[in-house]
């Protein structure tokens, strides 16, 4: 899971290119079946995103309250992410971390992350609760159910792997491929494989696979870390995306 908590700059209109070194990769195209599964699952994630916003709207309430209580600063933070066709959209979540922590710095790149960590936000952490505002970017459009996550706009080296292998022909998700196969101790050239596996197998099936793996990974904390707790060891990627992954964008 994505942990960076600060707002990144860009407009909502905004798309990030790839670079020229990747540009030239082929891209793999969804199928007639694919595609036509692609609009039924929007149905399905208004539909369901829909549902679950009312009947977690208490949840929702007081999960804003304790973090309000809990420290300063607001309960809901936005950020801005890749979405679909590389079109930037505000994220929502609820905040975790206190207001002093650094700017644009993902948690898995903070030696000292636990000291910024709120009591209350280390509760949403574990169990993933900070993620349910989430539901409101399903409902809008912005994001699926699931799907690769979304990434913070400054990671352009795992952008333009993705943008290399088609990866935003899809929503990103709530949770995904990479979030029940190794969570927060995958390294970004194993997420973008996962990434490429998951767009093969695109399909009503696959995603509920992932939504019940979801619901072990999260009660288990399977695979679960923060900052310096994180040590992914280095991961074998699919032949196709290996040659791409060597040309690290810094």
């Known amino acids: 899971m994505d942990n960076t908590e600060n707002l990144a700059q860009g407009t909502d209109s905004q798309r990030l290119s790839p670079a020229p070194a990747f540009s030239a ?7 007639p079946a694919q595609r036509v ?5 929007r149905l399905l994630d208004i539909l369901l ?4 916003l009312i009947l977690l709207c208490p949840l929702l309430l007081l999960t804003a309250l304790a973090v309000r209580l809990d420290s300063r600063g607001p309960a809901i933070f936005r950020q801005k992410r890749v979405g679909k066709d590389g079109k930037v959209f505000c994220v929502y979540k609820f905040r975790s971390m206190s207001t002093e922590a650094p700017k644009n710095v993902a948690t898995a790149e903070l030696k000292n992350a636990t000291e910024y960590i709120t009591r209350v936000g280390k509760v949403l952490r574990r169990t993933s609760l900070d993620e349910l505002p989430q539901l409101w970017n399903v409902l809008r459009g912005d994001m699926s159910l699931v799907g690769p996550r979304p990434l913070v706009v400054t990671e352009s080296y795992t952008h333009q792997l ?6 935003y022909q899809l929503r990103p998700g709530i949770t995904g491929l990479a979030q029940t ?4 101790l995958v390294d970004d050239d194993k ?3 996962m990434d490429c596996e998951y767009l093969r197998h695109f399909s009503l099936w696959q995603d509920l696979k992932i939504l019940f793996m979801t619901v072990y990974v999260v009660f288990t904390r399977k695979n679960y870390a923060e900052g310096d707790e994180v040590s992914a060891p280095t991961t074998a990627v699919p032949a196709q995306e290996e040659s ?5 964008v810094s």
Request: aromatic share 8%; charged share 25%.
């Open 162 to 167: 993705r943008h290399s292998f088609g990866v």
């Open 181 to 184: 196969n190794g969570r927060d």
């Open 191 to 193: 997420k973008v494989a």
């Open 25 to 31: 990769a082929r891209s793999p195209r969804l199928t």
């Open 49 to 52: 995103s829909a549902v679950a």
């Open 244 to 248: 791409v992954s060597q040309k690290r």
């Open 37 to 41: 599964y692609a609009a039924f699952k």
